[in-house]
């Protein structure tokens, strides 16, 4: 039987992390709840590099937030642990460790610019992971802030359903608080900065907070069932019920709440962390956790007393140790604990505990279900490892790591700091996954990859900073990928293999053809002339064989191959010929195939004035760029187009000049093309 005290104190938590396009307003609302919640008693600025979440020396610097930090405050009663992730494209990897071990978020738009690119891809990202959100339309105190363009903008490009709870007080410059419709009630702020003060709603606005709580009412009622009975019986819904049922659609993902505010002047805070507790939910009220055992799936549920499982998402190493980043989903953890890393199949102990608050710790005797903590003493597990019980072992699903799309290669200055430099690219790639380093073939130069220019830059200078190496630096190279155009069929490859003892025959028939995107394994073969586990092994060879492909040594992407015949011998076939095999198949087979080289291509969003459109045009379509859309948005003109990610190395300097430094502009992936031919 469970306690309910641990019930009632796994209630009180929630784990959420706060999304958003680079500049709506992240780090500054987390820097604001911070506050409210006593956790800071002065308000930190992103200008002024005073901010908690944002302590790298770098993020101060470039005023972006550039690592997730983890911090925890308290709220009503409520233990809230917040993580700050990334704005940028370059990093949305982070993001992504991030949302796997979170149980809700809140989405930050900016009031004039709306769904912003990047805003749209963590948004999914967060549909991927079923993760529940509610909305906040940040900087409402800007010229050109609308809040109803900026809902409208997320039920267009984000396709959810926007419950919008209140109604500004004011405009622009002129906006002091909102109106909050389910209570019907007014929330000002003054200059100050100071705790929100309660009113009656304005009687300029009290017609239009009725209709817009009618709105609210029908929206929730046609969605909800037990709304939706009351509405009909009573032509209206009491608070109680439209917070219960906008909590449930909230968590369902049929509907997200959104507020507003002005983070920057600490305007709507205190309402944002009321429909934190209220709408995002507890570890309690997501599904258990399910992981694998020996290939069987297995839950472990959000208990205390439950053997333990946990999940490493991020790793850092810092002066004084090596800082192991967890999210505890059943379980309890205490200090000396010995736990099994099933990812790895080695046993780690644990030496401390921490609650983190972004650079600064707080030492605990446990963690329990539900916690998001810091441990010292694991020696090897990375991100994405599991840290479970020895006695009941366990596999979590570890975070998705994209592909990298930039390389530049590095070297020392000074040649007598090699073994340091590698010693650094380790550790790199050991706490950010989404970089990759390696040695290449042809020229042996170590090569550093990632997911962008400025996440290279971003490592390089950390090798400065936190190694004491300078290192050269070669010119950014993309990532290129290899696709079939078009295909083969029954290319006949026979491995035979025969130096005394046991030979080695393998006879396989392959068809190869286009496919969308990935790649797809079939087998045609009747009458058990190649057995099942043999098939097995002439899958995994085409697997090894798509490494590189013919034109460059690109990775192959975008074929189905068929095994559609073959043969065995009596005595020297195995599943290694065939695996074998299946290798030299295929790449013989893309040999023979129209192979079409790809390119990485990215979304740019420009912002502009109007009477630098031409020339933005003009050098948008010099880098092979196409464009896809251009509108007026808050006095500036928004282009969007399609460009070849190779074109954009040094793009921000150009446009800068161009615009006289009046102009901005973000990229996100949007997959790969076909380059031109010459």
Not at 118 to 129: G, K, L, N, T, Y
Not at 226 to 254: H, I
Not at 484 to 507: C, E, I, S
Request: with cysteine; aromatic share 4%; proline share 5%.
């Amino acid at each position: 039987m469970r306690n309910d005290n641990l019930d009632r104190r796994l209630a009180a938590v929630r784990n959420l992390g706060i999304l958003a396009h680079v500049d709506a307003g992240k780090t500054t609302v987390t820097e604001r709840i911070l506050f409210a919640t006593g956790t800071t008693h002065k308000r930190g600025e992103v200008h002024d590099g005073t901010t908690v979440t944002d302590f790298d020396p770098q993020e101060r610097d470039r005023g972006i937030t550039i690592f997730a930090a983890a911090v925890s405050c308290d709220w009503d009663g409520h233990r809230v642990n917040l993580i700050d992730t990334p704005g940028h494209v370059d990093f949305a990897d982070e993001v992504e460790r991030a949302l796997r071990v979170l149980d809700g978020a809140v989405a930050v738009f900016d009031a004039v610019a709306g769904v912003e690119p990047q805003s749209e891809s963590v948004w999914r990202q967060a549909d991927r992971h079923g993760v529940p959100r509610i909305a906040f339309v940040n900087k409402l105190d800007r010229t050109g802030a609308d809040l109803d363009a900026a809902v409208a903008s997320v039920r267009e490009r984000l396709h959810p359903v926007p419950l919008v709870v209140q109604l500004p007080i004011g405009a622009e410059d002129a906006f002091t608080g909102v109106v909050d419709l389910l209570r019907m009630r007014a929330l000002t702020w003054d200059d100050g900065g100071g705790a929100a003060v309660e009113g009656p709603v304005p009687g300029e606005l009290r017609e239009e907070a009725e209709r817009r709580r009618r709105l609210l009412e029908e929206a929730v009622a046609e969605r909800h069932p037990a709304a939706l009975e009351e509405f009909c019986d009573r032509e209206t819904l009491s608070a109680g019920t439209l917070a219960a049922a906008l909590r449930d659609l909230t968590r369902t993902g049929d509907g997200v709440v959104v507020l507003c505010g002005s983070a920057y002047r600490n305007r709507g805070i205190e309402p944002l962390l009321d429909a934190v507790v209220a709408y995002l939910p507890s570890p309690l009220d997501v599904p258990a956790v399910c992981g694998t055992h020996h290939g069987v799936d297995e839950r472990r549920p959000a208990d205390p007393a439950a053997p333990v499982a946990a999940l490493a998402f991020k790793v850092n190493a810092t002066p004084t140790g090596r800082l192991t980043y967890l999210r505890v989903y059943s379980g309890t953890i205490e200090k000396g604990d010995a736990l099994w890393d099933a990812t790895a199949g080695r046993s780690e102990r644990v030496g401390r505990i921490l609650r983190v608050q972004a650079d600064r710790h707080a030492q605990l005797d446990r963690a329990v279900a539900g916690d998001i903590v810091a441990v010292i003493g694991l020696k090897a597990a990375r991100a994405g490892s599991t840290l479970c019980a020895p006695d009941a072992p366990l596999v979590l699903e570890p975070p998705g790591v994209a592909d990298p799309v930039v390389s530049v290669a590095v070297e020392p200055r000074r040649g007598t700091d090699t073994d340091r430099l590698a010693s650094a690219l380790a550790r790199l790639a050991e706490e950010d996954p989404s970089l990759t380093v390696r040695t290449d073939a042809e020229t042996g130069q170590t090569v550093l990859s990632g997911m962008g220019e400025l996440h290279l830059e971003v490592a390089v200078e950390k090798i400065r900073l936190a190694h004491g190496l300078e290192v050269n630096v070669g010119r950014p190279r993309v990532t290129y990928r290899e696709t079939v155009g078009r295909g083969v069929f029954r290319l006949v490859f026979q491995h035979v293999k025969q130096d005394g003892g046991a030979g080695q025959f393998a006879h396989v028939v392959l068809d190869v053809e286009p496919l969308e995107d990935g790649f797809d394994f079939r087998s045609a073969v009747v009458g058990g002339r190649v057995p099942q586990e043999y098939v097995r092994a002439v899958e995994a060879g085409c697997r090894d064989a798509l490494a590189e492909g013919p034109l460059g040594g690109h990775t192959v992407t975008g074929l189905r191959v068929t095994l559609t015949d073959g043969s065995t011998h009596v005595k020297d076939s195995s599943e290694t010929a065939f695996r074998t095999a299946g290798r030299l198949g295929l790449r013989e087979a893309l040999r023979a195939c129209e192979m079409v080289l790809l390119e990485p291509v990215v979304e740019v969003t420009v912002t502009v004035p109007g009477d630098a459109v031409g020339g933005v045009l003009g050098d948008l379509a010099a880098r092979r760029g196409r464009v896809t859309g251009s509108e007026v948005r808050g006095g500036a003109a928004v282009v969007t187009a399609t460009v070849p990610l190779a074109e954009l190395f040094g793009y921000a300097t150009r446009l800068r000049s161009r615009t006289q430094g009046r102009g901005t502009f973000t990229a996100r992936p949007t997959g790969y093309a076909p380059t031109p031919t010459p």
